[in-house]
């Protein structure tokens, strides 16, 4: 089984502050977790990916998520928000092997505040 | 990677009538996900289609509800049946690649029933 939590379904930052999504996971084999951004009236794109190798992967848009396997957490940051950033951040997990189901988190709608 | 064309990208339809939504990739892949997105909120997962065999439902989803045929290893659709406000929703299609860890999404069908 697996799940996906993430703190906070609203956060505002102001335009060129730091941006932190939570996202802790629960799986009972090593996982592959992601990021995805949904903007308005589109479908999910990937922001980020880990699969194996690095914790630390970069993504687009200046992105960023550690995988911390201690603490079970995959948070996303980006140094310096944009307005553009604007949109809403689904955290998910998958389990390796074969062509398990993704389960994705209840979103965090980010609002940048000029 | 996938590019997933998804059809009709949103539709208003009447209570007690059914929608069909088609889902092409430009690849062949194993398996087809649908998803159903309800306002403000995450992804749920509606059913894993498999060429060839009977799709597989999630709990709290009916084969006679939503329908799927998977036809061919590029093409599948999903029939939203007997329509009620409570199926406005977004329903998206979803695929994984034999190569690709991550999941590739359509741009979604936005549902109103009326």
């Known amino acids: 089984a697996q799940s996906v939590t993430q703190l906070g379904s609203h956060v505002s930052v102001s335009e060129g502050a730091l941006v932190l999504l939570r996202c802790n996971y629960s799986s009972s084999v090593p996982p592959y977790l992601f990021w995805y951004v949904q903007y308005p009236n589109q479908g999910l794109q990937l922001l980020l990916k880990y699969t194996t190798g690095a914790t630390l992967v970069k993504g687009i848009n200046g992105f960023e998520a550690e995988f911390k396997k201690s603490e079970t957490s995959f948070h996303l940051t980006k140094p310096s928000a944009h307005m553009s950033d604007a949109a809403e951040y689904f955290c998910?997990?998958?389990?390796?092997?074969?062509?398990?189901?993704?389960?994705f988190g209840t979103g965090t709608k980010l609002q940048v505040i000029p | 990677s996938a590019v997933i064309s998804q059809k009709p990208s949103r539709d208003i339809c009447q209570r007690g009538t059914s929608l069909t939504i088609q889902c092409q990739v430009d690849s062949q892949v194993t398996m087809m996900f649908w998803y159903r997105q309800q306002p403000g909120q995450s992804l749920t997962l509606i059913a894993t289609?498999?060429?060839?065999?009977?799709?597989?439902?999630e709990s709290g989803f009916v084969i006679d509800k939503f329908p799927i045929s998977r036809p061919n290893l590029t093409f599948s659709t999903l029939t939203v049946s007997n329509m009620s406000p409570e199926d406005s929703s977004i329903y998206l299609c979803?695929?994984?690649?034999?190569?690709?860890?991550?999941?590739?999404f359509g741009q979604g069908t936005r549902l109103t029933v009326v």
């Open positions: 979803s695929v994984h690649t034999y190569l690709n860890t991550e999941a590739f």
């Open positions: 289609a498999n060429q060839g065999s009977e799709a597989t439902y």
């Open positions: 998910a997990v998958r389990s390796t092997g074969g062509y398990q189901k993704v389960t």
